[in-house]
Each structure stands twice: as structure tokens, then as C-alpha cells.
């Protein structure tokens, strides 16, 4: 499997922001999303072997591991890489574009999906696929990375097209429309979650944190 890094620090986004998590990034996307912070990973990186990243895993420390990217589902052993970390009593979040089929994730509790509705700034909005929110637990979260008043409208018509049964998350590009996100949120009366990238507000765009 190829590696782009591995890492520890505070997860950034969504239901569980500021908990200790060891991210593990691997290599390749097949989105080009307009505004996407971790380009870096497209390309290059380390292969390793499942059991590598495991003991890297174990190094860390704590409970928690996102497999993120890029996009971790192009991995051919991502799913044996996810059943390791479960059957060693870790709780994984998966972070996926929302571009790939979910039916293959292990379905376990300590398994959490996060996944990505892509907004119009993004230029991929083309690329979702609307019935991966049919597999969405109460356990998952689904997430729209917003930019504009556009971004916002699309965002509303999808939750009032779809049930969605798992918390849903409004995050502001960069923290630049956190304010008139907040009161457009406010002004609908939407039940989801306004929340900033905190791994931006602490650390910037520095790799590895």
C-alpha cells in the first residue's frame, strides 16, 4: 500500500474535532478538488505493507486512526488495513470523497465513514454518488466543505432531496464563510453542525498536522 504519511495530532473536522488521532494518508485521488489542501499526496509517498503501517500505528499511541488521503478507498488493501486496526480494539474513521462505492468498508461500530458531499467550488460535484447516503449509520457523518452562498443552496437542496441517517456537517473553505454559513444555517432552521477546520485555526496549512 502506498503512503503518502503517518502522523499524529488532533482530528480537525467533524463530530469528533480535538481528539487525539493517528492519521494514516495514503497515496492517489481521483477527484482535482479546486481548493484541496493535501495535493501533496497525489503522488509519490512509501509502500508499505499492512503489518509496516499497523506497528507504525501501534507506535503512536491512541485509540483513534483516520485513513484518509487522497483517497484511501483506492487502495486495493485498504479494507484488510481497516479489519487489522478494528480487531486491535482501534475506532477508525474512514474519509472518503463520497466518489467510490462504500458497501466494501467493514461494517463494524468502531467504524466510523466520513465522507464528503462535494459542493459546486469544488468543481466535482458531478462526481457524487447519492446512493452511497443510503449506507450512512448514526455512527458516520457526511460532510459539505462550503465556499459561497452557491455551495450553501446546493447543500440545503441535497438534505431536502435525501434522508440523511447520520449527523451532517457544514464546514466553512478555510474558515472564510464561517460567519454567513452560521447565519444562513441559522436563518433555515437546517439541523446540522456548523464547524471550523480547528487543525487550520492551529497549526495553518503545515503538513503532518
Not at 15 to 35: E, K, S
Not at 97 to 124: A, Q, R, T
Not at 129 to 136: G, K, R
Not at 171 to 198: F, H, I, N, S
Request: proline fraction near 5%.
Amino acid at each position: 500500500m502506498r503512503i503518502s504519511e503517518i502522523f499524529c495530532s488532533l482530528q480537525g473536522e467533524g463530530v469528533l474535532m480535538g481528539t487525539p488521532t493517528t492519521f494514516v494518508r495514503t497515496v492517489g485521488c481521483n477527484l482535482d478538488c479546486a481548493w484541496c489542501d493535501t495535493r501533496y499526496a497525489r503522488q509519490g509517498g512509501t509502500e508499505m505493507t499492512i503489518d509496516q503501517i499497523f506497528d507504525r500505528v501501534e507506535r503512536e499511541g491512541v485509540p483513534f486512526v483516520g485513513v484518509t488521503g487522497g483517497e484511501p478507498l483506492l487502495q486495493e488493501d485498504i479494507h484488510r488495513l481497516i479489519s487489522l486496526l478494528v480487531d486491535n480494539e482501534y475506532h477508525v474513521t474512514v474519509e472518503t470523497n463520497g466518489s467510490m462505492p462504500l458497501e466494501s468498508i467493514p461494517d463494524s461500530e468502531e467504524v466510523m465513514i466520513s465522507m464528503d458531499v462535494k459542493c459546486p467550488s469544488s468543481g466535482m460535484s458531478d462526481r457524487n454518488l447519492m446512493e452511497n447516503l443510503e449506507f450512512l449509520a448514526p455512527r458516520d457523518q457526511v460532510k459539505f466543505v462550503i465556499a459561497d452562498r452557491v455551495d450553501y443552496l446546493f447543500s440545503r437542496k441535497v438534505l431536502r432531496e435525501h434522508e440523511i441517517n447520520a449527523p451532517v456537517i457544514f464546514t466553512p473553505v478555510g474558515g472564510t464563510v464561517l460567519k454567513p454559513l452560521a447565519e444562513w444555517v441559522l436563518a433555515d432552521r437546517l439541523m446540522v453542525r456548523v464547524m471550523p477546520q480547528l487543525h487550520k485555526m492551529i497549526w495553518g496549512d503545515a503538513r503532518g498536522k
